[in-house]
């Protein structure tokens, strides 16, 4: 994770790599929480320390959760949300509007450990632990949400030699992606001890393109806020009914994925960025 300064200009520079995909991504920029730095991930200035130059472009005026709330209700149940860091602006954006969970047709979480460890510690993972109240918030909205947890994300791996084949392909967008790829394949090789990295960001961002990719099931996530815990998520599957009444009780469900078509999820992105 990044400071907000950076991660506004990282949203403008990569602006063009939604036209790739047909599908327009938010970045969500943290305000008023502790922002956990993972440069080591994915380089000081989130680019894999290539230090481009200043995007030409320019942020706009309103907040992101303004901007949310805006889109949602000029176009009612035609916006998604692919959401690929914390939610905190789309949880401001429930908050400050009531209508903005009918308004918006589904948000797609790039978050979540469902039965499996985290990559920030055991119990959580980083997009959750970053803002795991705003999380939770957006888990029990209301709103259509699909989950694409690291359960899901780790079954898409891409090889170093598919790098090589991304090298030597004469794509636009495929070149760009090459130069800031060596830090993020440099800390999979020690944390995970592999050769290659695991597509997050792609396969969450597929799931809400081409849904039949994934697999879901249904029911209630809770996260837990505080503790040895905090970020992790916990899921319910409505499978036995409980007799008394708890911070779980008539909470509405939400999807989680369970499985991926990992190799038409690598020859999509593959394709896109070759062919770019």
């Known amino acids: 994770m990044l400071g907000i300064h950076d991660t506004t200009s990282i949203s403008i520079k990569l602006s063009f790599f939604c036209c790739i995909f047909n599908k327009f991504i938010f970045f969500h920029l943290k305000k008023g929480t502790k922002l956990r730095i993972a440069d080591f991930v994915h380089g000081t200035d989130g680019l894999g320390n290539q230090n481009f130059p200043p995007p030409k472009g320019k942020p706009i005026e309103l907040s992101a959760a303004d901007f949310l709330i805006q889109q ?30 009918k308004n918006i047709q589904q948000i797609v979480v790039l978050g979540g450990a469902f039965a499996v460890n985290g990559n920030v510690n055991p119990a959580a993972e980083a997009n959750i632990f970053g803002d795991p109240d705003a999380a939770d918030v957006v888990f029990t909205s209301g709103a259509d949400v699909l989950a694409v947890g690291i359960n899901v994300t780790h079954q898409v791996f891409f090889t170093d030699a598919d790098r090589d084949k991304l090298a030597e392909s004469n794509g636009k967008y495929a070149q ?55 970020g992790l998520t916990l899921f319910y599957n409505k499978q036995k009914r409980f007799g008394e009444v708890t911070e779980w009780s008539d909470k509405p469900s939400v999807k989680v994925a369970v499985t991926v078509d990992a190799p038409a999820v690598i020859n999509l992105v593959m394709e896109r960025l070759t062919n770019s």
């Not at 949300?81 to 954006?93: D, Q």
């Not at 001890?193 to 597509?199: A, I, M, N, Q």
């Open 176 to 230: 760009y992606l090459c130069k800031i790829l060596d830090v993020y394949y440099s800390y999979h090789h020690v944390a995970y001890s592999t050769k290659g990295v695991y597509l997050h960001d792609p396969t969450a961002l597929l799931a809400a393109v081409t849904p039949s990719l994934i697999t879901f099931t249904e029911g209630v996530v809770r996260v837990q806020t505080t503790g040895i815990t905090r």
């Open 72 to 101: 949602a209700s000029c176009y009612p149940g035609k916006v998604t949300v692919v959401a690929l860091g914390p939610l905190t602006n789309i949880a401001l954006a429930i908050q400050s509007d009531p209508h903005f969970v």
